[in-house]
Structures are given as structure tokens and as C-alpha cells.
């Protein structure tokens, strides 16, 4: 899987694929569940719910490493996780990828622009590895900032939400 190699910083945050094979880190699965407060998996999917201390995040991120590629995103000046994005790909019929994604910042530092550093950070990525056609992602329509953040990052609304859910792409 060409994601599994997939790493980048902007200026405030370090960013690096895990790779399915690699242990998670007992360390790496405290620091998602302190992460993932109530707050912060009000607007996720059921699947990350149940997610409430290291041993159920360390079940969840094996799961969700069989599925997409997860990078850690890293705070560089505490090298604590910041957050956490889900890439999800498939490759289309010019044998491009087309990427959906999620992802998550925790909540002590929303508001202070990470989410939009760290897409940037995904979208230069995107352009300049030439293998990407498309990124995608999906928001609670309730959920004004994640949208705002998509659309300040050339995220394009593909039409009317579904279900409460705004989807948005961003075309290479």
C-alpha cells in the first residue's frame, strides 16, 4: 500500500502513517483514549464510540489499521498526538487514487487552527505525490467548523447532505 510510507510536517505538527503491522504501542493507545473524550466523538461514527480507555482504543486502531491507513498527528513541541486522520483509498480507473478521509483533533487544542494545518499539510501532500485524484470527506452539517475547514482547504460540496452528512471533495 503506497499510504503505509505516507509522513509530512507543517509548522506545527509532525505527521506519520502507522503501519498495519507494526504493535500498537501501549502508549499510542492510552494517549487516543485520553483523546477521544465525549466531545470529540460526539460528531464520529458509532464504530469509535465504545472507544473509553487504552485497551478499547488499542481494538479499535487494530481494526481500523486493517481497513485504512491511520496517521498520527503529532504536536512538535510536545510530541504529544495532536490527533489522528483515517485515509480510506481506492484506485480508480486511471489507476489514480481516490482517498476518503476522517479525522480528529483533540480537544484541548480545537479552535487554534490545527485541523486546517494538518489538511493543508494532507492536500500538498496529495498534489504532490501525483497519485491522488481525489480526497473526500464527510461532516455533520451541524458540524460548521469541520465543514468550514474542508472548504477553506478546496474542498468542493459534491450536493445536498445526506442523512445530516455534508460530503466535500477536493479534485487533484
Known amino acids: 500500500m503506497m499510504l503505509s510510507h505516507l509522513q509530512f ?3 506545527r505538527l509532525d505527521v506519520a502513517a502507522l503501519s498495519s503491522g507494526s504493535k500498537t504501542s501501549d502508549n499510542l493507545a492510552k494517549e487516543l483514549a485520553a483523546l477521544l473524550t465525549p466531545a470529540v466523538k460526539q460528531h464520529l461514527p458509532p464504530d469509535i464510540q465504545s472507544v473509553n480507555d487504552a485497551q478499547s482504543a488499542a481494538v479499535w486502531l487494530q481494526q481500523a489499521l486493517t481497513e485504512s491507513t491511520f496517521l498520527a498527528v503529532t504536536e512538535r513541541d510536545s510530541q504529544s498526538l495532536a490527533g489522528f486522520i483515517l485515509l480510506y483509498e481506492e484506485t480508480n480507473t486511471e489507476g489514480l487514487l481516490d482517498l476518503r478521509l476522517g479525522y480528529v483533533v483533540t480537544e484541548r487544542l480545537q479552535g487554534k ?4 494545518e494538518m489538511l493543508q499539510g494532507l492536500v500538498n501532500w496529495c498534489q504532490q505525490s501525483g497519485k491522488v485524484s481525489t480526497l473526500s470527506g464527510g461532516a455533520e452539517e451541524n458540524n460548521l467548523a469541520s465543514v468550514r475547514v474542508l472548504e477553506k482547504n ?4 459534491d450536493g445536498e447532505s445526506i442523512n445530516g452528512t455534508v460530503f466535500l471533495t477536493r479534485t487533484f
Open 154 to 157: 478546496g474542498f468542493v460540496r
Open 9 to 11: 510536517s507543517t509548522p
Open 113 to 116: 487552527g490545527l485541523a486546517s
